[in-house]
């Protein structure tokens, strides 16, 4: 068939728009957007009719093209932001967004979105307060910290306190704690960027006290610690604490400054878990201003969280830097909420859902994965053995990097014991409604149950027919 002819059986777009299958698209996705969707297939039709000299599968009848339409339509309505059911055994998955969120602080946000909010305008005296005041208070109270204020996450934090402390002067850090985390940020860069001059003192795995001494100079702005979250250095290692640290800033005239990046605001040993610095502990122990994440161990938004000296905070929160960085309505009435649920310390494992997952016991997550294996037992390919297995889950983000939670998981192989199969059935669970997230090792997928709080829908999902391409029975 020539070109001519090809292209003369595409229909007219206003034939189209006029069709009565396409009626209820149009209710629903509205004129503009259909016209626009019709007119973008027929070009690419047109397109391949030229450098191909055929017709696509798609446009050989009305009908197919006007389903590829509805296709594209709804496509465009799905959120790139989509839910997925996180069995990787990483509870605080960077790339899942980290910490989930507890009904409070999903019950703050609606309400921030839906109504107009007191964000900058004190009720008191009918005129402009700071956005910051509520969280500020909550973290004096819960830290004993002077003040506090807000950015929009750690990074920011650390760079607008390097900023206003030690802008064109000297920084002192020990070589053991030059971090990097995700996204190549690193703390020689970040200093390079608040206009700060960086000396190393120490070597990497021992750094003394005199280390700090020997260095102090004139021109010294800010002594510095780094929590190393993301990693540990072990066997033959010396390090200062913040106590002594603290000391010795004073005897100088001083600030010494924390970064603690996971930050968590409980003490993890109550709920079964490694423990990990907590801020108030240093505040206590004289740190002027320490810094940490909110979407971390601390279980709320992504924010970053400065506490200490109030001189200090007050600099901050006069920096130019601080418009740039401030958090919106929405981080801050999460923030706050989840805060709130640290008044009662006792309930938290009830009410932060990151602390839930944490500290759930390996026996638990084994007689959900026996029920499991049973339910799903017939869903899967005849081919496809499942079984269930203990396992090692993660903290995440950079938390407790050798510290592993005893888990228990469901596990699916290939009796055949061929990986493609294995690869296939992955990507196959990546692709439902609300896709599976699991990890491949030893020739099996598991799928650790540390994080699956919602088991009806997880096997609901399975079970329905048609879902999955490949590796389940249609």
Not at 170 to 180: D, K, P
Not at 309 to 331: F, G, V
């Amino acid at each position: 068939m020539d070109s001519q002819s090809l292209y003369s059986r595409l229909p007219a777009i206003d034939k189209l728009l006029n069709d009565d299958e396409l009626a209820v698209t149009l209710t629903k996705h509205g004129r503009e957007a259909v016209l626009q969707a019709l007119r973008q297939r027929l070009e690419d039709a047109r397109r391949i009719i030229r450098d191909h000299g055929g017709l696509p599968g798609w446009a050989s009848s009305r009908q197919t093209l006007l389903d590829t339409v509805r296709v594209d339509l709804e496509r465009r309505r799905q959120p790139a932001l989509r839910p997925v059911f996180n069995l990787s055994g990483t509870v605080l998955h960077t790339n899942l967004g980290r910490a989930t969120q507890s009904e409070s602080a999903i019950a703050a946000v609606v309400q921030a979105m839906r109504h107009p909010v007191t964000l900058e305008y004190d009720l008191d005296g009918a005129g402009r307060g700071h956005r910051d005041h509520a969280v500020s208070e909550l973290l004096r109270e819960l830290t004993g910290a002077e003040a506090a204020c807000v950015v929009n996450n750690n990074a920011a934090a650390v760079l607008i306190v390097l900023s206003t402390v030690a802008a064109g002067r000297e920084v002192i850090v020990s070589r053991g704690e030059l971090v990097e985390i995700g996204g190549a940020f690193r703390m020689p860069d970040v200093m390079r960027q608040a206009g700060c001059r960086l000396v190393e003192v120490g070597a990497t795995n021992r750094t003394h006290l005199r280390d700090y001494a020997d260095a102090i100079g004139p021109d010294t702005a800010l002594l510095m610690k780094a929590h190393t979250s993301n990693y540990a250095i072990q066997g033959f290692t010396s390090s200062v604490g913040e106590a002594e640290l603290a000391q010795l800033a004073a005897q100088h005239g001083l600030p010494l400054a924390t970064d603690l990046g996971s930050g968590a605001l409980a003490d993890l040993t109550r709920f079964g878990l490694p423990a990990e610095p907590m801020p108030q502990r240093m505040i206590a122990d004289g740190v002027s201003l320490v810094s940490f994440s909110g979407d971390k161990l601390l279980g709320g938004p992504q924010a970053g969280l400065i506490i200490g000296d109030a001189e200090w905070i007050a600099r901050i929160q006069k920096h130019p830097l601080k418009r740039a960085l401030r958090c919106d309505k929405m981080t801050l009435a999460a923030l706050e909420a989840t805060l709130r649920l640290y008044l009662e310390p006792d309930r938290l494992v009830d009410t932060l859902p990151t602390l839930m997952k944490l500290g759930r016991s390996q026996q638990l997550i084994r007689v959900q994965a026996e029920r499991l294996a049973k339910r799903l037992s017939d869903v899967f390919d005849p081919e496809i053995a499942v079984g269930h297995a203990p396992c090692l889950s993660q903290i995440g983000s950079g938390s407790l990097p050798v510290d592993s939670l005893p888990s228990w998981a469901l596990t699916l192989k290939p009796r055949s014991g061929k990986g493609a199969r294995l690869e296939s059935l992955a990507a196959a669970l990546r692709s439902l409604p609300r896709p599976v997230i699991g990890r491949l090792a030893d020739d099996q997928l598991w799928l650790d149950l540390r994080c699956l709080d919602d088991e009806d829908a997880f096997v609901e999902q399975l079970m329905r027919p048609g879902v999955l391409s490949e590796g389940l029975t249609q």
